[in-house]
Every structure is written in structure tokens, then in C-alpha cells.
């Protein structure tokens, strides 16, 4: 997730662009530049680090100029420095581009740009983008824009500025935001709304597949044929500080129903065309390594130690590779059984959690070879790991993880999937189920999030609680865990979860009249079970709210309130079951007053031990 900003009128653009990008600048820190059109030649000014550096550099110059583009990136391929910020240009400085997406196969068409004579200054995905306008440009911006959105597979959100065209901006839009905003005899585009609001309110949302087109005094938009579309005028009512939030309440609820985008782009161009296996290009392990495998450590701290313990079942289960999860806090100082049959995986959002970080070092000294989970480009996990699986959810600002979970789940079942196919366990038909579900997971998020108010409900009955109790068994207790420590991280009530089945050992001394409890029973093969476990603690008055899968409406006989998730593929359950947990537990807090974003005592990323 990238910030893009566009400006062309009769202003100095070069102010214009740095103010949205700092608008922006929560959508992706690690670099930033901007290009202006100044006598008769594209002007490039950027840097990696945060808009203060690029500031730093320019030392208060601002280029004339009238017409320019910006960005503030979120790396996902090539890592965060100079020549990687964006934007980029075409071999002759004639065009430059700015871009949030992922182009899925852009390294084909590297490969053949470069096979034309093209010369390539970065790592990104990004710069095929201007070596194809530069190739096809036959003296229309736009006509050559549609023609590359036909070469291109992926997501997009882009902007072109043309010295053979310093009249006009050309932007397209597939996947990725991009919003126009409408001035007198200017005209602005940008990611998001924050971006254009000390300018106008008066704005065009653009769809998947169109084109805008801007001139100083007039804004046109195309469908994909170059058909004119009739935009509706919105006009936004929002003030920044909540424009920033795309009109949410909180960073948290977002990000929450930011999910559905974050699986797509973690799952994007990492399934084969045909559907039928996973490809995992970034895990360069050796053929043998992957097949003499006798063993695989999954080590995390907090919610990413969750999604490795959703980790364990999927990948036993489908590779058939014995799986210990440890707290990254606990693992080097076991002294693990740890040699070059190993496998390593090590999960951090930021890839910069210091225990994580120890953890893989330990690993390496002792000859295992690692695998990074993790969501920031070139962080030091992802530099010290031998292979590396970004998960691409883009920047997560509240503390409490959401979308990191779901796509570090995501990237669990791929990794899974993956070693399933190299060490022949499954066969190809069970292989290729599991994906078609994989990849309806983002739409089913979709329809939970659309349905939520049942949670809003019960949240508001329940909120003043002190004591709140999550059960599941097999991968709904991994999902507990992690239901329980988001209402305890940000609602401050007291949150236990449980294995379903140790009820009787201890944990029914604490149930008594009222008290919420949180059953999970999606798992078709232990739902009798889980039933009986809830007769358990309703026989001691508790109040329980089950969440089921679609299709084991049996529950309902003994739950006193239901929520029903779509039905999938069993191990695929935790990616749909985690979504009303994190819905109600920020409910919770929103009804007790709790500061969502930055609950107290806690850090978005713990850099020390």
C-alpha cells in the first residue's frame, strides 16, 4: 500500500505534492519522491526514508513547475533506497510513473523489455510500467496507457506524466484506490481523500478498470474500451483527521475491513495461472533440502506466534512434516535440537521484533535453514533470513494486529501447500481445492464484514464484563488464543482461552452465572465434541456466544447466540473465524472507552527483549 498525489493548474505543484504526500504518509514511509516537468525535461527528486528526508535533501528548493506526481512507498519488491522510491522513468527521461499495486508478472515482461533494449535502474515491479509506455508510444498518452494495461497482470493504482504530453495527466485504476479531485482550472489525483482536502471536496471515486484523464480545466473518464463514463459527483464531508481513516472510527476497524484487499494481494502471483499449484518464487530451497526436511520450527512472539500455531496444523497436515511452535522469547534459551535437516520459520509483522530476530540468529548459528513470514521490505528479519515470503498487507498503524493475522495465515497455508507439492503428500486434485477455497477467502471476509452487527449487539450487552473466556479445540483453539488477546490487548477486560477439552481440569472453577463465553466450533470433526463442552459450561450459567461455520446450525440448540461464518474448507477456517473476534473486541473497547489505536503499556513493535 503506497500514497500516489497528482497536481496539474496554475499553481507551483512541487508544494502541492509534498503536502498530500504527508497526508498520505501513513499508507507507506520507507521512501518518497516526486516528478515535475521544468524546462522541457522531467525533474526526479527522491529519497528513501520517511517525506522528512526527502525535505532534508531539497533543503527548501521547489522546482518551477506547474504539472508533477509524488509518492510515499510501501516496499514490496526491491528493498527501501534511492533508486527503488518511486517515480521511475523510462530509458529516455521522456515519461515517469508512479504506482501502488503489484504487478504480477513483471518479470516476464522485464524480460522482454530488456530483450528490446530497455535498461532497468531498480528492483521494483514498478518500472516495467514506463519501459512499456516508452515502447508502445506512437503519440497519444492514453491510447499507449490502455495498450500496457492489456500486457499487465495484477493490481494498480498508476499515474503517467509525459514530456511529449506536459498538458495532461493520464491514471488508471484495478485493485488500488485512486480518487480525483476537481479544482477551477486545476485538478488533482491521489490515493486517498486526506491528500485533496485543503484543496477541494468536490471528487470522482474511480472504479476498477478506469481511466482518468486530467487537464488543467477538465477531467475525463474511460472504461476500459476508452468509453466516456458518467462519474457521480461525491462530495466529501469528512475533516482530515477522520478522511485519514477512509471515514473510519479507528486505525483498528480500517484495517480490519482493509482485510479482504490484504489476502488478495498476499495471495497475488503466487497461484499458477491454471489454479492448480502454488508458486512460491521468493523460497530458493534446494529440491533434496525441501524432501530430507525431517523437521520444521515455527518461533513468533504475540499474534504472529498465533498464525504459527495455526502454522503447525496446516502444514503437518498437508506436508506431513513433524512442526514444533515456540515464543521467540523462549526458543534460544532451550537450546533447540536444531541441523542443516531443519527448516526455520520466523513470523514479525515488522521483521524487526528483537526476540524474533534473536531467535532466527540462533537458528542460523546452528546450521537450520530459515524462512521469513513478515510484512515490512527489507527489515532485518527479512535481510538475515535465507528466504523470504512478504504477506504485502501494507502499513498497520493501530497496535492491535488484524490484517497482519489474517495474511500471515494466508502465507502459512501457501508455505503448506507448497511443501505439499515438493515432498508429493497431496495429490494434485486436493491441492487445487484447497486453493479454489484459498481464493474465495477474501470475498467471504467480505460478506462477514457486511454482516457484523450481530457482534455490535452482543458487544453492547456485554461490554461492562470483567472476565470473558474463550474454548475451541484443534484449530479453533489456536484461533481462541488469538480472540482472547485481542479483547484483553484493547478492551482491558480479562481474557482466557482454553482448549475446549481441558474444561474439567481446573478451568470450570471460574464459570459461573453470566459470565461470556466465546465457543469457537467450525471444525466439522470435532463439533460433537465441542458441543459437549459447551453443555459443560451452560450447565454453570455461563452466557455463550458460538461461532460456527455455515451448515452446523446444530449449535444453536445449546449457544445462546450464534454467529455463522461461510463454509470453506475445514483448515481454511481460522482465516474467516478470527473476523467477528477481532470485530467484537473492538466493539468492547469502543463501549468502555478504551483508546483503540494505542492501548495502554503496548507497542506496535517490540525492538527490545
Known sequence: MCGIVGYLGGRQAAP???????????????????AVIRDNTIELLKKAGKLAELRAQMN???????VGIGHTRWATHGRPNDTNAHPHLDCQGRFAVVHNGIIENY?????????QGHVFRSETDTEVLPHLIEEFYMGDLVETVQRVLKKVDGSYAMVVLSLDEPGRLVAARHDSPLV????EGENFLASDIPALLAHTRRTYILEDGEIAVLTRDRVEVLDRAGSPVDKKLFIVQWEAEQAEKNGYAHFMLKEIYEQPKALKDTLSGRIAPDGGRVVLNEINIPEEQLREANKIFITACGTAYHAGLVGKYVIESLARIPVEVDIASEFRYR????DQNSLVIVISQSGETADTLAALREARRKGARVIAVTNVVDSSVAREADDVLYTHAGPEIAVASTKAYTTQLVAMYLIGLYLAQHRGTLDAGEIAQIITELRKLPGKVT???????????????YYKCENAFFIGRGLDYAVAMEGSLKLKEISYIHA???AAGELKHGTLALIVKGVPVIALATQHTLFEKTVSNIKEVKARE???????????????KVADEVLYIPRTHQALAPVLTVVPLQLLAYHMAVARGCDVDQPRNLAKSVTVE
Request: proline share 3%.
Open 447 to 461: 460478506s462477514i464484514l457486511d454482516n457484523g452487527k450481530g457482534v455490535e449487539e452482543f458487544a453492547r450487552r
Open 496 to 498: 482466557e482461552a482454553y
Open 180 to 183: 480525483v479531485g476537481l479544482g
Open 335 to 338: 537450546n533447540p535440537l536444531l
Open 16 to 34: 502541492i505534492l509534498l503536502g498530500g504526500l504527508q497526508k498520505l504518509e501513513y499508507r507507506g514511509y520507507d521512501s518518497a519522491g516526486i
Open 60 to 66: 527548501g528548493y521547489m522546482p518551477e513547475s506547474t
Open 107 to 115: 518479470l516476464t515482461l522485464r524480460e522482454w523489455l530488456i530483450s
Open 542 to 556: 455461563a452466557m455463550v456466544l458460538a461461532v460456527a461455520m455455515r451448515g452446523l446450525e446444530e449449535v444453536a
